[in-house]
């Protein structure tokens, strides 16, 4: 079986494809054809971030590939920075809004600590996430998120997320390659 067409099912039975195209590191203006180039080879994840500057280009290769947007799933996350209610509810609007979409198949929090702190403090924003995750739990019951989750999170935020969320997270992406391959943290979240 092709990598590209194996899926994973959630929590919620919706199925994420288990290989997606990540778009870190490419220019907006480079985005669409990145994304319409790796649907044509069969990627059907397209993955992009707030922090990655380049949504706007994402989305014009989703709209533009040829396929229904139903065959895709496209994954966003909110910056880092975002760690109150507020903020972080008008950033789901405004990735929304720029991407063009009407719901995004998986939305993360892009990291427990803002980036210019991230690994250099020991307060990890507990409650700041629970704040985030609410306005995302929200955006799901409105139908503007298929799938929550959250990005770069240690067990000990997982732990303290779920003390007050009312859906728990369903993925957590982390970075793993050869060098790095957190398998306590992947063991961990395989059992929640």
């Known amino acids: 079986m092709n990598v590209l067409n194996e899926t994973t099912k959630m929590a919620n039975g919706l199925s994420i494809p288990k290989l997606g195209l990540g ?6 203006d480079q985005a669409a054809n990145a994304v319409k180039e790796a649907v044509k080879i069969g990627y059907r994840l397209i993955d992009t971030a707030q922090a990655s500057g380049n949504e706007a280009g994402v989305a014009l290769g989703v709209h533009e590939c ?11 996350k909110i910056a880092a920075e975002h760690k109150d209610y507020q903020s972080a509810k008008d950033s789901i609007d405004q990735t929304l809004k720029k991407m063009g979409l ?7 929090i892009h990291s427990p600590q803002p980036w210019n702190q991230a690994n250099q403090s020991e307060y990890r924003y ?29 067990q000990s935020d ?8 009312q859906i728990q997270p369903m993925v957590n992406q982390v970075l793993c390659h050869i060098t790095n391959t957190p398998q306590a943290l992947i063991n961990y979240c395989q059992r929640s």
């Open 23 to 28: 778009t870190w590191f490419i220019a907006d």
């Open 126 to 154: 507990e409650k700041e996430n629970a704040e985030v995750w609410r306005t995302m739990e929200e955006a799901m019951k409105e139908g503007k998120l298929k799938v929550i989750g959250v990005s770069n999170f240690l």
């Open 66 to 76: 040829g396929l229904p947007r139903e065959d895709l799933f496209v994954t966003s």
């Open 102 to 108: 009407e719901y995004l198949d998986l939305m993360l």
């Open 158 to 165: 997982l732990d303290a997320l779920s003390k007050s969320a």
